[in-house]
C-alpha cells in the first residue's frame, strides 16, 4: 500500500522524474563515454540546449492546452531572416522589435484559425509554416542576410560567471512561463482547455483570449530563438529552424508533459531539452553509424518515456 | 407526431450534410478535373491514367494506411520511414525475374506490417499517446532503413518498370493497384474487425468494457495501415526501379494532410476511406495543376498553405453543429 | 443454485481501502438490488464482477468456480451483461452497430448491415424503444441511450445482466420497460444485479438487497423483511426525516424576474417557451424524456443558438455564450457531467477553483492565483457539500458518481449565481445527499437564487418545486402551481400533452 | 507546334552551333529537389542570367523553374508535366540518384534533351554534369593527412545520412584515411548543410573530443560552424578542410595570419549554365559527351583572397567565372 502511495506521488510528478532520468543519464555519460566529464562539456551542452529549449517552453504553453505548433521551424526561419534583413537598413533595435512583431504576428494568425475556422491546431500551424516558408523566399529573394547585431552576438555567445548567456535568458524565459502557465488565471484557463474544451466553455473559461496568447507566446518564444541564433551563427537562412519541429515536441513531451495536454509541469520541459540534446551528443560520442544512431536515439525515447510518462487509462 | 417528423428532418438533413462533405469533395475534384482537362487534353487517355495513377498511387495507399489509424483515434508519424523501409526492403531483393519480384514483395510486406505492428504494440501496452510512440519509432524505422539501405540504390527489374509505368498490354497497372487495395480495404470494413475499429475509435473505453479486445485491435489495426504503407513503398519502388532511404518523408504530411481532407477526424471512429481517397486525389491533382499554370514556384508553397487550410476550413464549418 | 459467489473480497485504489471483505451472492432466477450511499463500492464491486478491475484479495465464483484471468471478454463470454452506470455507447455508430457491439452477427465473416437493423429491432423493441436503429447513437437522448445500453446487454441473453443505475435517466414509462425486461428473465431462471437510487424501484423489482456502507456489507435482507425506512437506516446510519424542504409559502409577494424568456425557440428541441425566474423560487420542467427540457436550459446559458426574447432583470440581454451567461449570474449544471459539466480527468480541487478564478486571481495581483485563497475556498466547498473525496488533489473521475454530481454544483456556488438552471440534479444521487441537495437548492433559493430544474423524477418535482411547467413535443403544455401540482396532473399532462384545463374547455 | 518530333534529328551539322536563325528557339525547363538554399538561388540567378543571353540569340524561347520543395516524388511529377508539355530541354538538380532514372529515360524516348546537374542520377541516357564527389572527399582528406604529417585525431563532419552526394564525398575521404592508421576519426558527425545545426553538432562532438588536431569537413557551412566554434571557445585553430562558403572563407582569410589553414573546394555553381549549353548545344548537333566532370576548384591559402567576398552574404558561394572557352571545351565544341 506504501509503495503505491509513493508510486501514485512519483507518478504525479513526471517533471521530477524527467530531471532524475537527466542526472542519471549524465552520470553515465561521463562514467560510459569520454569528454562529458570537463567544464567546457557541460558549458556547451547548456548553451546548445538552449535554443532548442526557448523553443520548447513556447511548444509547452501550447501542448499544455492540448494543442500543437508545427509552425515553429517556420518562425524561428522568419525571425531570424526578418531581423537580419531589417538591421541592414534601420540597425539592430528596430530588427528586433519587428522580428519579435512578426512572429507573435504569426502565433495570432494560427490561434485565430483554430478559434474561427474552427482548425484542428496540427492542420492550421502545418500550413502557416508552409506559408511562412514560401513568403520568406519571396521576401528575400532567395538570399537571406547576415548580420553581426553586438547584442544579439553577446546573447548568444557570452557569459556571465561561467554560465552562457542564452542559458541565463532560457531559465529567465521558463521562469516568467512558469509564472503564466502555473500561477496566473490564464495558465489555470489553458490547464481546463487542455483537459475538455466543453467543460471549459461551459465554465466560463475566456477560450479566445487564453488560445491567443498562448499561441503567440509559442510564436514570439521560436522568435527569441531564432534571433538568438542569428546572434550565434551571424548569419540567417531559410532552413535554419528545421530542427526544432520535431524536437521541441520530443522536449516537451520528454519532460513529462502529457502531449494530449492538461498535465505537466513546465519545468519538465527544461530538463526535456536537456536531455535531449544530451542524448544526441552521446550519440555522437559513440561513434556510431548514422542508422545506428537514428534507432538508438528512437529506442531510447521510447525507453525513457515508458518509465515515467505514461498516460493514465480513464477507468 | 410533430416530434417524430421533425426528427426526420434532422436526420436526413444530417445525412445530406454527412455526405455533403464528400458531394463537396466530388464536385471540386470535378471543377479540377476539368480545368486539368483544359491544360493538358490528354488527360483522360490511357497513357496519362497510366503515369497519373502511377504518380498517385504511393500517396493514396499510404492515405489509406494512415486513415485505418486515424480510426482508432491514432495517428502515424512513422509512415514516410516505414514507407520507405518497405522500400528498401523491396529493392535490396529483387533481382531479374519474376518469382524473385514476388518473394521480395512478400518480405517488404512482411517487414511493414511487423513495423506497423510493432507501433500498434506500443501503443497498446506502452499506454503512450500515439502521436509520441510514432514519432520516436520514426526515427527507430528511418535509422533500420539506413541500416538496410545506406544510400539509393537496388535495382527493379527494368520490364516490370516499364510494364508499371508505359502501361501492360494497355492496362493501368498502378490504377488496377490501388483498386484492389480499396476493394480490400471494403472487405476488411464489413467484417467484424471493420465494426471493431470505428468501435475502439469512437469510444475505446466503452468497447474495452463490452469485452472487446482493445490491444489486439490496434496492433491488428496498426499492422494493417504497415501492409498499406509497404504496398506504397512497393510501388513507388517499382515506379522509380529502385531505392532510396530518405524518400519517404513527405508522405507522412501528405497522408495526413489527405486523409483529414477526406473528412477522417483526429479523435477517431469518424470518417470514410472514400473521403480520404477523394483528399488524395484532390491533393495530387492539385499539385500537378500548378506544375501547369506556370505560377512562380516561390508563390506555389503559399498556395499550398492556403489551400490546405480553407480546403479543411470550408469543410468543418459547412459540416459543423449549430451549437453556439 | 447459486450462480456467483462474491466471498471476502477487499478493493483499494492507491492506498484507499473501498471495498474491505465484502461477501454476498447470487442465485439462479433472482433479482439482487445493491443499495448504498455513494462512494459506497457498488459500482466497485460490480467492476470486479465484470472483470473490469481484479480485486486485491478474496474470489468471485462464477458457476461454483473461481473466475480466473477475468475479464471483459471472459465475463461477456460466460454469460455476464452489464449496464454500467458510465455510458459505453459509440456514439459515432449506428444504434443497431451498437446493440451488438463486439459481437456483430456476420455471415463468412462478413457483417451486413440489412441483417444488424433487422435483428436490433425486436430487442430495441424489447426494451420499449422505438428509434430507427439506424441513427447514430449519439443522436439519441441520454434515457434512450442507456435503453440502447440494455437491449446491447440482452443480445447474448446473459445468465447473469448486472444494471448499474441503469435506470437513472428514464421516465417513469421507461423504467415500467425495464422492469419487464427483469421479470422475463428472472422467470427465465436468469439473474439479474441492480443498483439504484430510487429505494421504490428496488423494492418492487428485487427479490434480495444488499446494503453496501463505506466499502463494507451492512445487511443482505429479503424484500418482504424490509422496507424505505429500514434500507436507509443501514444505509446512512440514522432516520431521515423530510426529504423535500418547505416551499415558498405561495402568497408571498413575488419579485421581479432576474430572468424571463419570450417565445424562446429552438429549431427542432423547442417552440414558443415562454418562462420567468424569479428569485426565491423553484422552478421545474417536467415531461417526458427529450421533450426539449434540456435544450431550453442550454438555450439559457448561451450553449445553444435560439431565437425569442431573453431578458435579465427587465432588460434585454442576448445571451449568446456560457461567459455572456455567467457574466449575467446564470450557472448550469448539464445532465451530462462528464463533458460539460466536470474536468474529470482534473483535480477536485482545479474543478471547484476553475469558476471562481475572477476572485482568487484577481487583476491587481497580476492575475496570480492565491493559492492560500483557494485551497480555503475548495475546502470549504467540500466540507459544506459533504464531498467524499481522499483529498482536494483527487482526480474528479476517481470520485464515486454522486460525488462528481456534488463537485458539478458546488463548483458554482461560490460565484453566488442569481440564476441556477440544473438538468437532472440528483441523477444517480443517493437518498441521504439528495436530501442534502434539495434542502441546499431551497436554501439558496431562499437567499434570493432563482432556480430552474428538468427532472425525469415526477415526485421530485412535485416535491421540490414551486411551480412545474411541463413540456410536451417542445411546448410548454401545462403550468402547475401550488395545490394543482400533483403527480397526478403532471403525469397526465406529460403523456397527453395538454393541460386538463383545455381538456374541461373542449368538452 | 514544338511538336514530337526529335530536334536533334533537324539539327545543322554546324558544330559552332551558331545558327541561331534557323534552328528553332528551345523551350527549357528546370525541376530542382531544393529551391531554398542559398546555394540553388545562387544557381538559378547564373542560370537565368545565362538563359537571357540565349534568349537574346534567339536559341532560348521560354524558361521555367520548378520546386520539389524537399519530395522526390514531386520531382518525378514535375518532369511528367514537363513531358506533357513538351519541353525541349529538362535541366535536373536531382532529389534522388535513383529515383528519377525511369521518368529522365521516359523523357529522353520522348525526345527531349535531358541534363542533369550538380546532384546526379546513375542513368547513362542523360547529360551529367557535375564534379566527382569522389574525389572531392579525396582531395580534401589527402590535404588534411599531409598537414598533420599522416597522425592525429579528427573530427568528420558529413552531409545528412543516405544522401549521394554525402555519402560519395565521405567515401573519397574514408579511402584516404584508411592509408593513415595514426589518424584517428573519434566523432563522425552529421548535420544538415546548415550552420546552426552544424554548430551544435560541432560543439557537443569538440566538448567530447577537446584534443583534435583537425577536421574533416566536407561542405561550407560545417566548416564555418567548425571554425567559429574554435574561434568563440578560444581554442587553437586546427586545420579545417572547406568548401567556397563565404561565411566559412571570410573567417578563414581573417585568422590566416593566426596560422590557421585550410583547402577548399567548391561546387561551382556554373555547373547549370555548362548543363544548359551543353544540352542546347547537343540539340544544334555537337556530339556533347554524356558525361561532364568539371574539374574541383583548389581554394588555397594563396588564392583566397580571389574568393571570400567581404561584401557579401556570410551565406552565399563566390565563385571565379568559368571562361566559355572552358565550357566549350567541356562540352565537346
Ligand atoms: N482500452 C482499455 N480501456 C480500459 N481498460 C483497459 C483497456 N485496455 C486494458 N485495460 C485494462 O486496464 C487495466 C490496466 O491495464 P494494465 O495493467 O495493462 O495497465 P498498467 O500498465 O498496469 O497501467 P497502470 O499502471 O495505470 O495500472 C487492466 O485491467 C486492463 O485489462
Ligand atoms: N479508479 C479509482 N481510483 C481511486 N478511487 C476510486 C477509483 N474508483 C473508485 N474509487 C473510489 O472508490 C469509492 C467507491 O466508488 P464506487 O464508484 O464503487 O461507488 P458507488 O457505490 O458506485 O457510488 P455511486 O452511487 O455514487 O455510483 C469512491 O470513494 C471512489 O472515490
Ligand atoms: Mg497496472
Ligand atoms: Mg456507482
Redesign the pocket.
Known sequence: MMASTIRGALRDNRALWAFGVLALTWLAAIIFAQGFNSVASVHYLVQTASFLGIVAVGQTLVVMMSGIDLSVSAVVALSAVVCAQVSAGSGGAVAILTALAVSVLVGLVNAAGLIWLRLPPMVMTLATGTVIAGALLIYTNGSPRSAQIPLLDSLANGSVAGIPLATILWLAIAAAAVWLLHLSRLGRYAFALGTSEPASRASGVPVPVTTFVMYAACALLAGVAGLVLLGFTGTSSLTMGNPYQLLSIASVVLGGTSILGGRGHLLGTVAGALLLTLLTALLVAWNLSEGLRQVSLGLLIIVLLLVYA?E???? | MRNRLETAVRLSGRAARGNLDLVGLCGLLVVVLVVYQRLDPTLLEPATITILSAQFLPLILAAVGQTIVMLTGGIDLSLGAVLSLGMAVFVINTADGTMSVVTAMVIALAVTVLAGAANGALVA?A?LPPIIVTLAASFLWGGVTLIVLPQPGGHVPTGLVRAYNLGWYGLALPAIAIAVALVLWKVVKTTRFGLTLYAVGGN??G???NGVN??RVKIVAYGLAGLFTGLAGIGLAIQTGSGDPTIGTPYTLNSIAAAVLGGISFFGGIGQMRGTLLGALLLGLLTNLLLFTGISTFYQMILQGVVLVAAVAVKTLATRERVA | MTLLNVERVSKSFAGVTVLREVSFDIQAGEVLALVGENGAGKSTVLSLITG???PDSGTIRYDGEPVRAW?PHRARAAGVASVHQELSLNPHQSVAENVFLGAWPSRYGLVRQGDLVARARPLLERVGLDVDPRTPAGRLPLGAQQLVELAKALTADPRLLILDEATSALDDDQVRAVFRVVDDLRERGRSVVIVSHRMGELLTVSDRLTVLKDGEVMATRRRDETDHDDLVRLMVGRELSDLFPAKAAPDSPQADPVLRAAGLSIPGACAGVDLELRPGRIIGLGGLQGQGQREVLRALFGLRHHSGQTEVDGRPRRLASPREAIRRGIAYVPEDRKTEGLHVVRSVRANLALPSLRVLAPARALTTVSRRRENELVEELIRRMQVKTASPAQEVRRLSGGNQQKVALAKWLPARPRVLLLAEPTRGIDVGTKREIYHLLRELADEGMAVLVTSGDTMELVGLCDEVLVMYEGAVVERLAGAELTEERLVHASVVGHSTAEETSRA | DSGGTTPSGAASSDPSGGTAGTAKALKVGWSTIYLAPSWMQQTLKMLEEDVARLKGEGKVASYETFNANGDTSQQIAQIQAMIQQKYDVILVDAGSSTALNPVLEQAVAQGITVANFDSLVTSDKVIRVGTDQVEWGKMTAQWLADKLGGKGEIIAMNGPAGVAVSEERWKGAEEVFKKYPDIKISANVHSEYNLAPAAQAFASAYSAHPNITGVFSQGGALSAAALQTLVKQDKKLVPITGENYNGFLKMWADKRKEGFSSLSTAQPNYLSVIALEAAVAKIGGTAVPMDITVPLPKITDDNLDQYAKQDQPDDSYPIQPIPQSEIDKLIGK
Open positions: 505514461r493514465r487509462r480513464t477507468t | 501496452y499506454g475505446e473505453h468497447a474495452f468494457a482493445t490491444r | 473490469l478491475l481484479t475479464s
